[in-house]
Structures are given as structure tokens and as C-alpha cells.
């Protein structure tokens, strides 16, 4: 009997975990299936492009898998019951693993009142698509308030501020926006948003999201035309009600080879997953830590079940990339543990580096077997799996 395999999700940390454990083991062994809502493998690092205006490239899962020996079932995932080792789907039967990749990721936060009822995102596909059709039915003049200093938040400005020049664009964030990057970068941001029109208030706290705006903690009324949440994510709360050990935000927790700390046979990669970062603190949800933590999961997961020794080396970091608009960009060097260096590339060459990198993302996504070297291995029996790293 093979041995079943079920991912989950097929964003860049599921498509690519799937792609590479299709590239490990042996298709007489195992059944990988890939489970996604989405027909469309879809490029989340280009959601702020999509709700401005431009069109993305289709990428149908079932023709990037062809060939591959990965199955691709179009569901949504309704629960996981990880002590009879099934998944519930909402329109067809449950699917039975023995081992499970967790790879759900996040959505964009909604705990802040108003948020649901009236604010736009760019957190999923349909969720830009919305705030695209909004921002064509505005007058000129009108004003679009985004919420939050992280990098969706600015991306999302001068995206919008780009494609809308007609449109008053403010970023309101409750600290400041880009602090974290070296100065050359933040000198950088400061005059892009002066280049494109954007007003920024640092500092100022949103309580509450209403229909024609918001509200601060200092009581204060911000108006807006539209208001785009952009400040934090949050976990799908399927995790947390399956019975595996997650963190206080609804994160499963992993070790150092993406197998959760409870269920051995469970693995998770990406913004669903904590996994230990290279200076103790957690692994931060990004597109930069998610991929290298799908391809520990695939690596970790292949070695097990062949007698191999699952790689323990720390996942770290390389870069920031932050898209301001389609001819500018921020590319910023950071150390291992993510700590910013002076290398900044800014303007067209951080445009082309940005680029790049978004567009090898999607490319290695879209040849799932093509990167590295074809070493498909078989399957060890249980028993002799056990023995064999007994004897270690």
C-alpha cells in the first residue's frame, strides 16, 4: 500500500513542499495529494499589483503539477481530525493521510471592530478583487486610508497612488512605516511617498473601522472613501481545533524540521507554522521564510521515510524586497537572524531585483520538478526505518 501524503494548501509554502516531495520519493511509494481552494496557484506577494488595476498571470494548478504524480483536489479544507488521520473538505469526501503537510497560511487580521463589516484588504485574491472594483467607481479627489506601517501596507500605498494619481492616498500606522529598514532605505520610502502624494500618520492608534472611515484612540475621525486593513495576519482557526500544539496565535508549533512538537506524522510550513528562527525567536511571516521552511518540511518528511536524516541546520534570512509602485522598489540585505545591513538598492535596480526574485518565486512554483536533481528513493519499511536510526 503507498504511503499517502496530503498538503495543504498550495500557496508558496503547500505548491512548493508538494512539488519537492514529488522530486524525493519514489512514485510507486507514496500518493501525494494537493489540496487547494484555489483552481490558481495564486502569487499573494502581487496582491497590492492585482487591487490596483493590473492584470496577473493564470496559473492553473492542475497543469503546473501535470506529469508529476501529484494529485490536485480543488476543495476547501473544512477540518483536520489528526488522531484518525482524516481531512474534512466541504463538497466531497474525506481524504485519509499518513502523514500530513499543513500549509493553510494566514489571512489578514479582523479584530479590531469595523474591520469586517467595512474595510477592504489585499490579504487574498478575491479580497483584491473587491478593493479593484471599489477603487474604480471613485470621484477624483477621493480619499483611500490604509491601515498599517508593515510592508503590505506600503505596497498597497504607493500601488494604489501609482495607478490613481487622481485619488488622496494616507497611510495611518500605529508606530512608524519601514522603521525597521536602515536609514537609507527609510530616506528612500520618504520620498517616494513625497514623489506619489502619500500622507503618512505615524504614531496614531485605529480603534475602530466605520463606514466612512475611522477612529483613533485619541477619539479622533479619520475620513476615507475607502479604508484598506493592512495591519497584521492571522491564522486560519482550523489549526488551533485540531488537537495540535499551537502557540498563543494560533500557530503550529514545529521544530527545527517542520514536524509538529505533538503529532509526529504532522508537518507545517509557512505563516500557519512557528518554527525556531536562527536567534530564538520564531520564524516571522514572510514569502522569505515560508519557502525555505516548505523545503525543510519536503527534505525533513523524504528522509524519514527512506532511512535519511532529516537536515536540523537554522532556516535564517537574506533580504527584504518592498515594491513601491511598478518602476521602484526598496531591495534590502539583512543578516541571518533578519537584522538590516547598509546594502539598500532603491529606485529601477530595486525594481529589476525585486522583480526578479517575485517572478523566480512563481517560476520555481510553476516547475515543481525542474530545480533540483530528480533522486526519487524508495520507501523503507516501518520496522526497518526504526532499526536504522536506532543504530545511530
Known sequence: MKHRIVVLGAGYAGATAAGRLAKRLHRDDVEITLVSADA???????????????????????????????????????????????????????????????ALGSTGATDVPGVVEHAHSVAG???????????????????????????????????????????????????????????KAQRHLRTVFDRLGITVRTDTDVTRVTENGVI?????ELDADVTVWTAGFTVHPIAAATGLTVSDTGRIV????????????VYAAGDAAQAPGPDGRPLRMSCAAG???????ADALA????????PEDPIGYAAQCISLG???????????????TSTVLTGRLGARVKEFICAGAA?????????????RRRIVALDAREDRLAAR
Open 40 to 102: 490558481d496557484f495564486v502569487e499573494r506577494v502581487r496582491m497590492h499589483q492585482l487591487a490596483a488595476g493590473q492584470e496577473l498571470r493564470q496559473r492553473p494548478l492542475r497543469e503546473l503539477f501535470a506529469g508529476t504524480g501529484v494529485r490536485v483536489v480543488n476543495e476547501l479544507v473544512t477540518a483536520v481530525d489528526v488522531d484518525a488521520k482524516i481531512v474534512q473538505l466541504a463538497d466531497a469526501e474525506p481524504l485519509a493521510y499518513d502523514s500530513l503537510v499543513y
Open 125 to 183: 485574491k478575491q479580497a483584491a478583487l473587491r478593493l479593484r472594483a471599489r477603487l474604480d467607481t471613485l470621484a477624483p479627489g477621493a480619499t483611500v486610508l490604509i491601515v498599517g506601517g508593515g510592508l503590505t501596507a506600503i505596497e498597497a500605498a504607493t500601488e494604489i497612488a501609482e495607478a490613481h494619481p487622481d485619488l488622496a492616498v494616507t497611510i495611518v500606522a500605529r508606530g512608524g512605516v519601514g522603521d525597521w529598514l536602515h536609514e
Open 216 to 220: 483613533t484612540g485619541a477619539a479622533t
Open 254 to 265: 514545529v521544530d527545527i524540521t517542520m514536524r509538529s512538537v505533538s503529532h509526529p506524522e
Open 291 to 297: 519557502t525555505p521552511m516548505a523545503w525543510r518540511a
Open 303 to 310: 528522509a524519514r521515510l527512506t532511512g535519511g536524516t532529516a
Open 326 to 340: 511598478r518602476r521602484d522598489a526598496v531591495f534590502q540585505r539583512v543578516s541571518f537572524a533578519d537584522e538590516p
Open 363 to 375: 517560476w520555481g512554483v510553476g516547475h515543481p520538478t525542474v530545480l533540483m536533481p530528480t533522486r
